[in-house]
Structure formats: structure tokens, C-alpha cells
């Protein structure tokens, strides 16, 4: 069992930054992969980014390409989503999630690849 902890969202000016964090309960964090969602109101909740067991694959929507940027410290059970160049568009609650297997494919697209989810923390971009 995992439990995840988002925190660091708020509100924040076009252009501006924040960083998330995703703080995981047990011992087995480092053998999982992990993923950031986000889900604005009244639309389904879609793939941010995804990051392997060790940080060495990481993937990107291309709606946030270049500007975000995901990481991991497995000695601190804590998972990052650095996001630069915030757009109102980027307006969302941002959910962290933990899948049961410790590599990225074509799968971490998907929410039904992950096995537990955060809470979620709203980010605010206003224009």
C-alpha cells in the first residue's frame, strides 16, 4: 500500500512558477514509477508527465514540453513536478500517482496504469 501526498500548488500569475510535490508513505517507493495528472473542471483528467523507478526515463505531454520538468528523490520518498512558463491553460488540480511497476512505456499515458493516487492540489494560473 501507498499513500501520496501532493502539496506546493496555488495561485500564480501567467508566466510565472511553481513546484509540486508528491511525498509517498512506505518502502517501496523506490521501485515504483510514478506520474503527475491534472484535471481542469468539466474535462477528463489527462497525462502530465511520467518518470521511471530511477529518474532516468521520464515522459512529457506536449502540451507541457519544455517548460515542465518531473523528478524523484527515492531517498526522500518524494516525487517533483518543477512547471516554468505557467499558462491559464495549465489551470488544474494536479494529482500524483504511483504504478506497480518500476519502468515507463506507452502505458503511463494511461490513468488506469497506476495503482494509487494523491489527493490532488490546485494550481491557479491567472491571466
Known amino acids: 500500500q501507498v499513500q501520496l501526498v501532493e502539496s506546493g500548488g496555488g495561485l500564480v500569475q501567467t508566466g510565472g512558477s511553481l513546484r509540486l510535490s508528491c511525498a509517498a508513505s512506505g518502502r517501496t517507493f523506490g521501485s515504483y514509477a510514478m506520474g503527475w495528472f491534472r484535471q481542469a473542471p468539466g474535462k477528463e483528467r489527462e497525462f502530465v508527465s511520467a518518470i521511471n523507478w530511477s529518474g532516468g526515463s521520464t515522459y512529457y505531454a506536449d502540451s507541457v514540453k519544455g517548460r515542465f520538468t518531473i523528478s524523484r528523490d527515492n531517498a526522500k520518498n518524494t516525487m517533483y513536478l518543477q512547471m516554468n512558463s505557467l499558462k491559464p491553460e495549465d489551470t488544474a488540480v494536479y494529482y500524483c500517482?504511483?504504478?506497480?511497476?518500476?519502468?515507463?512505456?506507452?502505458?503511463?499515458?494511461?490513468?488506469?496504469?497506476?495503482?494509487?493516487w494523491g489527493q490532488g492540489t490546485q494550481v491557479t494560473v491567472s491571466s
Open positions: 500517482a504511483a504504478c506497480a511497476a518500476p519502468n515507463t512505456g506507452s502505458y503511463s499515458y494511461y490513468t488506469g496504469s497506476y495503482n494509487y
